[in-house]
T-cell receptor
Framework: DQQVKQNSPSLSVQEGRISILNCDYTNSMFDYFLWYKKYPAEGPTFLISISSIKDKNEDGRFTVFLNKSAKHLSLHIVPSQPGDSAVYFCAASVSSGTYKYIFGTGTRLKVLA | DGGITQSPKYLFRKEGQNVTLSCEQNLNHDAMYWYRQDPGQGLRLIYYSQIVNDFQKGDIAEGYSVSREKKESFPLTVTSAQKNPTAFYLC????????????FGSGTRLTVV
């Protein structure tokens, strides 16, 4: 049973436009969420996080939105740049537990120049 | 520079052989993890360890073994019992609370020939 889902395996966006990557989760106990970016043949790198006490967190061009009632989070990248082309994973955890993160299946973003 | 090092980057194994993947970190992190990445499957947890000399099975531990004799090291052995070992393996570490997510290594691509 996939507790964290990224239903769009791929997304293409024009350079300069907004990229919106979505993530849904089923476990209502999850209260801490991360986004990672991964280039081919490399390890994922941390991008941005959000705690369930917030509904938005911003870091430069990256903003994560959390809708707890819908069990949905999204990552917005504005403006998108060709260097943003990568696979993006969302991950969720229960903060009072072992911080064992459950990862989604990833969305491959392609930013077209 | 602190980081997490996986070696080798590429590994070829004959069917029926055991092989060990190395993971070393100098971040003074308490917890370490092994994930496997397959196309369309995201990152799946194999084993994790929160302290030295202790480790727990993840979601797909069958056919794998680990040890945690030192805080810095968490090697993964892929045994001949693992039916489909060809994959990209990622090691990660985190502070014990894991609040800021994981730091990942650059991965090892294992191919069974």
């Amino acid at each position: 049973d996939q507790q964290v889902k990224q239903n769009s395996p791929s997304l293409s966006v024009q350079e300069g436009r907004i990229s919106i990557l979505n993530c849904d989760y089923t476990n209502s106990m999850f209260d801490y969420f991360l986004w990672y970016k991964k280039y081919p043949a490399e390890g994922p790198t941390f991008l941005i996080s959000i705690s369930s006490i917030k509904d938005k967190n911003e870091d430069g061009r990256f903003t994560v939105f959390l809708n707890k009632s819908a069990k949905h989070l999204s990552l917005h990248i504005v403006p998108s740049q060709p260097g943003d082309s990568a696979v993006y994973f969302c991950a969720a955890s229960v903060s009072s537990g072992t911080y064992k993160y459950i990862f989604g299946t990833g969305t491959r973003l392609k930013v077209l120049a | 520079d602190g980081g997490i090092t996986q070696s080798p980057k590429y590994l070829f194994r004959k069917e029926g052989q055991n092989v060990t993947l190395s993971c070393e970190q100098n971040l003074n992190h308490d917890a370490m993890y092994w994930y496997r990445q397959d196309p369309g499957q995201g990152l799946r947890l194999i084993y994790y360890s929160q302290i030295v000399n202790d480790f727990q099975k993840g979601d797909i531990a069958e056919g794998y073994s680990v040890s945690r004799e030192k805080k810095e090291s968490f090697p993964l052995t892929v045994t001949s019992a693992q039916k489909n070992p060809t994959a990209f393996y990622l090691c990660a570490s985190s502070m014990s609370q894991g609040l800021y997510g994981y730091t990942f290594g650059s991965g090892t691509r294992l191919t069974v020939v």
